[in-house]
């Protein structure tokens, strides 16, 4: 099996599906010429040409709702919004046209496209470009939203997500893309599998995209047998899996990027509280980040994020006591 | 063949039948306005009246295969394009064997048969789509034009302008119609707008651009074919500027307190409707007494439609849980 970057990984699966499938094309900004300010698109104008490959004016809300409407005629576009936080201005599109269009007709329509976004912290883009928003598109019935962790998962789960008949938003953790991991091109991964990326026997994490790297960081280290779970689906997510596996465990972590308030991990732990009422052996808790912008500093950005000492602090105190811990910033008051 | 493509057949050339439908449109406009007023149908409407002209002129012009993505005031457009009055009624009244299943409403009417896209009730939320769907045909290669219609309201927002941008320089075989009716919601367009001609702003885009008398079902028609025909033989995008004029108020809460005196009067002086009579008089040869036939029997089918749809079956629980997603989840 190769070794790709995960921006490999995705130029990949990019190029696969346009060799299978000549209904889809790509459209974004700087995707074509430039390949990508992340280098996602490596190699696709050159191989498809600029009718399938196409530079769009920086014009989110344009080109969001051009995806939509080629997709009701035919088309699999795939289209890239540089970092999320873009996606603001574009959300009309994807969450009141997009997402509706198969309701509003009737069952008539189908909107087979992809939004590929880069999300995320790490990497000091300060408070408008290092966010996630997971939560904004997981509250909008009608889309789908993946975010893959690795190599494997965005090769894998970005196929899927091209071949699904239905709208996906598939969030790339920016953090990923230079990272190397084998891949296997003929695996498949489903839209809502999760995979258990290392089994365990006292408590479950629950993670996703980066997020998934800092559990089995902290899973390696920990002195409690954790089994790690990568979501990979945020909407519909894989109840199956989370729950056998906390039947098993007893014990519930959520690691989230993103802030407190509204978060996924709030509906993984509420279903898993009202299934095993009576039954858990801890307080099933989530470990996000505080309510606040993400600031640009190096060292408040390492705090601002969920990692791997706090997640074992965490896990460590929940071990001992069986209740939920304080976040860092409830501990030290501020 | 289906009585939507019938419908639409059959207003393609002949006089008597555009002003028949055109009468149609405004009956089943009066209508639904008093079965709101009334309280029979709940939520809110936008009524097209006196925009008549501007929906069949278009859908005469079109070909069924030519997507329209219109907004929430198109009930007009989409009886013009062939919706059946039952299939419209049906739906406004919540009713299942409405177009879309009693789940779409007043503000969301469609029907692909005839071309009619999902109509969209933010101001230029079609307008993208519109274009989106013109580049899937520029890129299969095939002959078929997209159209946006939308109001003058949606000249100040961006989605206007950005798509104008994206389908000049992509050079997309669609075509732009604001339908200037001089209100958007309540307010009067020159208080919103420094300029009074809205299609001047393609110019910025390189697009062709120009203004037509919206009440005259001809200048209408000769000015959406001639962009139609630019558009399907590869010239790109145009802007047109149909001016027109909103006889009700913005929603069924509006009693459009706000005109200037008289301003109203002078418009329904030039009644899309005395027209289209007028000419279907001159070139079809009605006679006054054929018109009088005419308005009596399609307010008595619109009435026998209300009937037929006020019994119509509400849509199951199970309705609102399909059509999500391709396949159902459960979540």
């Known amino acids: 099996m190769p070794a790709m970057r995960v921006r490999q990984a995705i130029a990949t699966a990019l190029a696969d599906e346009m060799r299978t499938d000549p209904t889809v094309i790509v459209f974004g900004e700087d995707i074509a010429a430039a390949e990508g300010p992340f280098k996602t698109t490596e190699g696709l104008l050159e191989e498809f040409g600029p009718i399938r490959v196409r530079d769009t004016p920086i014009s989110e809300m344009a080109f969001t709702g051009a995806a939509v409407g080629a997709a009701t005629m035919g088309m699999k576009p795939v289209i890239e919004i540089m970092f999320i936080e873009f996606l603001g201005v574009a959300l009309d599109q994807l969450v009141t046209e997009g997402a509706k269009m198969r309701y509003l007709s009737n069952g008539k329509l189908s909107v087979p496209m992809v939004v590929r976004a880069s999300v995320g912290g790490g990497l000091g883009f300060g408070g408008q470009h290092s966010q996630t928003l997971e939560n904004w598109v997981a509250a909008t019935p009608g889309l789908k939203v ?35 991991g084998e891949v296997d091109t003929n695996l498949k991964m489903e839209i809502g599998k999760a995979r258990v990326v290392k089994p365990g026997k006292d408590l479950t994490i629950v993670a996703l995209g980066q997020m998934t790297n800092i559990a ?105 006591t069986g209740k939920a811990p304080q976040p860092w910033w409830i501990r030290e008051g501020f | 063949m289906s009585k939507g493509l019938e419908r639409r057949k059959a207003i ?116 993208p789509i519109a274009a989106g769907a013109a580049l899937a045909f520029q890129i299969q290669g095939n002959d078929r034009v997209a159209v946006a219609v939308f109001g003058d309201g949606a000249t100040n927002i961006g989605a206007f302008h950005e798509t104008l941008n994206l389908a000049a320089i992509w050079k997309l075989p669609v075509v732009f119609i604001c339908d200037n009716n001089v209100y958007a919601e309540y307010s009067r367009i020159n208080l919103t707008t420094p300029i009074e001609d809205l299609h001047i702003r393609a110019e910025s885009y390189a697009m062709p651009h120009y203004a037509l008398d919206g009440m005259d079902i001809d200048v209408v028609r000769e000015g959406i074919q001639s962009a139609v025909d630019r558009a399907r033989s590869g010239g790109g995008p145009t802007l047109i500027e149909a001016k027109t004029y909103r006889f009700a108020g913005h929603s069924r809460a509006d009693q459009a307190l706000y005109r200037p005196e008289g301003e109203l009067e002078s418009w329904k002086s030039r009644d899309p409707l005395l027209l289209l009579e007028e000419r279907a008089k001159r070139i079809g040869k009605m006679r006054e007494s054929d018109v009088a036939d005419l308005k009596a029997r399609i307010a008595k089918e619109i009435e026998a439609t209300v009937t037929l749809c006020q019994g119509a079956p509400e849509p199951s629980a199970k309705t609102m849980f399909e059509n999500i997603w391709s396949r159902k989840v459960s979540q």
């Open chain 1, 146 to 180: 993946l975010s893959p962790s690795d190599a494997q998962s965005a090769y894998s789960l970005l196929r899927a997500a091209i071949q699904d008949p239905d709208p996906v938003m598939f969030l790339e953790p920016r953090v990923t893309y230079a990272e190397r």
């Open chain 1, 216 to 320: 089995r960081q902290a899973a390696a280290t920990s002195s409690t047998n954790i089994e790690v779970i990568d979501l990979c689906t945020i909407v519909p997510w894989d109840k199956k899996t989370v729950f056998e596996s906390v039947k098993k465990t007893g014990r519930l972590v959520v690691v989230e990027e993103q802030p407190e308030s509204g978060g996924w991990g709030s509906e993984i732990v509420a279903a898993v509280s009202a299934e095993f009422f009576g039954e858990l052996k801890a307080a099933p808790i989530r470990i996000t980040c505080p309510n606040v912008p993400v600031p640009y500093n190096g060292g408040l950005e390492a705090r601002f994020l969920p990692n791997p000492t706090e997640v074992n602090y965490q896990i460590d105190q929940l071990m001992a």
């Open chain 2, 12 to 127: 393609l050339s002949d006089p008597i039948a555009q002003f028949e439908r055109a009468v149609e449109i405004r009956e089943f406009e009066n209508q639904v306005n008093a079965l709101f007023a009334s309280g029979t149908i709940r939520g809110t409407t936008h009524l097209c009246l006196g925009q008549e002209a501007l929906a069949i002129g278009l859908a005469s012009v079109l070909r069924t295969d030519d997507p329209v993505s219109a907004t929430y005031r198109s009930h007009g457009i989409a009886l013009a394009l062939g919706l059946t009055t039952e299939s419209a009624m049906a739906e406004i009244m919540g009713k299942s064997t409405g177009c879309c299943g009693g789940l779409g409403g007043s503000m969301h009417l469609c029907d692909l048969e005839l071309g009619l896209l999902p109509t969209s009730a933010i101001i230029g939320g079609g307008m």
